[in-house]
């Protein structure tokens, strides 16, 4: 008849804000009982080796002193009366300050108290780093001690072991600045390259309000239903090349210029008998953008990383002109006073942009982004509020370091 052992083993964690037990090569490990004792120090670095090959040569050994020191064992007594799984490690933090100081002083030991309470075997880590158990353990006491000592060396010391450290470089880590004021930041730049386009509608609004600009023809080289737009002169729909460099820290803020080109015929209305003497008639556009960017990197793998972000540029605009007449033609007189004889010599304005860079290998990445932009002047000007949406795709390079 074979019996059968269901082992039940409960593992009480200190939270999310504290971190897992520190595991040092060629460690020391102080075995610490109430009543009886239920690993034997052999067993336990038996375990530790045997579970964990990079641990090096621990030693494990009675702690004795703490064994027979008064405060420490009344600390032993109350420990084991009060220990009940509804409990979280910091109810049973000890409050006498020799207590406190005493686990203080642990340095790179792992201490692991244990007793019997209602018929299981309890164990409790304890290190240097607070006074409150690190870890706690439920064992049925039908469990052997080499399985419990294999179970607790798996789960609290099977993590990648960190060299000891000698006293000198022990205080000169205690006077090391916090995690926050410690943290190096992490520079980064980036160089791209890209396409897109551009129109004047915005998507979600509908088209019937774009309706007067996209219906809208040149008469007489001048004449438009509206001029506050330069989509009554222009057409909205264009390809953009761009070219742009940024910077970037701590993976949050950073700082983007693009300079952006895009092309557009000039909506000349082919009825109108006057450009019979018009070969074509195009505008170029120019702009400068600065971009302030706020970002988010997440890392699904360690080669790469995805990173939302947003920003809010201003833009500097400007309209070179491509016309020219057939052969055989000097230019009317409308020619000569055509409209863009009384453009601005640049338009400013501001965009706002959603994107999403892809890196791999830190070096290379890929960007898409959205948006739209505005462009005018505070006055009564031709094209004194220019709006349009994009999309745009670039390949970039970043280079980074700390």
Aim: net charge neutral; charged share 30%; proline share 5%.
């Amino acid at each position: 008849m074979y019996k059968k052992f269901v082992i039940i083993i409960f593992l009480i964690t200190l939270g999310s804000h504290a971190e897992p037990p520190t595991v040092w090569k060629d460690g020391e490990f102080l075995l610490w009982s109430y009543g009886k004792r239920y690993i034997s120090p052999t067993d336990f670095c038996f375990a530790l080796r045997y579970e964990n090959e990079r641990i090096g040569t621990p030693v494990c050994y009675e702690a004795g002193d703490w064994e027979r020191d008064t405060t420490l064992s009344l600390y032993a007594k109350w420990l084991s009366t009060n220990l009940d799984p509804r409990l979280d490690p910091e109810d049973l933090r000890p409050r006498n300050a020799h207590v406190i100081e005493k686990l203080g002083k642990l340095k790179d030991n792992s201490l692991i108290f244990s007793t019997i309470k209602n018929d299981r075997a309890w164990f409790l880590l304890f290190d240097e780093n607070s006074s409150e158990p690190k870890q706690i353990a439920i064992f049925p006491l039908t469990q052997d001690s080499a399985r419990i000592a294999r179970k607790l060396a798996n789960d609290w010391f099977g993590g990648k072991p960190q060299r000891r450290l000698s006293d000198a470089e022990r205080e000169a880590k205690e006077k090391e600045p916090d995690e926050y004021f410690a943290e190096q930041p992490m520079y980064d730049v980036w160089f791209g390259v890209g396409f897109g386009h551009t129109q004047g509608k915005i998507p979600l609004i509908p088209s019937s309000k774009y309706n007067r600009e996209r219906n809208s023809k040149i008469k007489d080289y001048r004449n438009v239903r509206d001029t506050t737009s330069l989509w009554f002169f222009i057409k909205d729909s264009s390809p953009i090349y761009r070219a742009y460099i940024g910077g970037s820290l701590y993976d949050f803020i950073g700082l983007e210029f693009e300079l952006r080109k895009s092309s557009h015929k000039a909506k000349v209305d082919r009825i109108d008998t006057i450009y019979i003497e018009l070969d074509h008639w195009d505008f170029n556009r120019y702009e400068l953008m600065l971009a302030l960017e706020f970002m988010k990197v997440f890392m699904p793998t360690p080669q790469i990383e995805i990173e939302p972000y947003t920003s809010a540029s201003v833009i500097y605009s400007f309209l070179t002109e491509d016309i020219k007449l057939n052969d055989g033609f000097t230019g009317s007189n409308s020619y000569k006073y055509r409209f863009s004889k009384k453009l601005e010599s640049y338009y400013r304005g501001v965009a706002f942009t959603l994107g999403l860079r892809t890196a791999f290998f830190k070096n290379y990445a890929i960007d898409f982004r959205t948006g739209f932009a505005n462009r005018g002047l505070p006055k009564e000007v031709i094209g004194s509020s220019t709006t349009d949406a994009f999309i745009a795709a670039g390949l970039e390079y970043h280079i980074r370091w700390k």
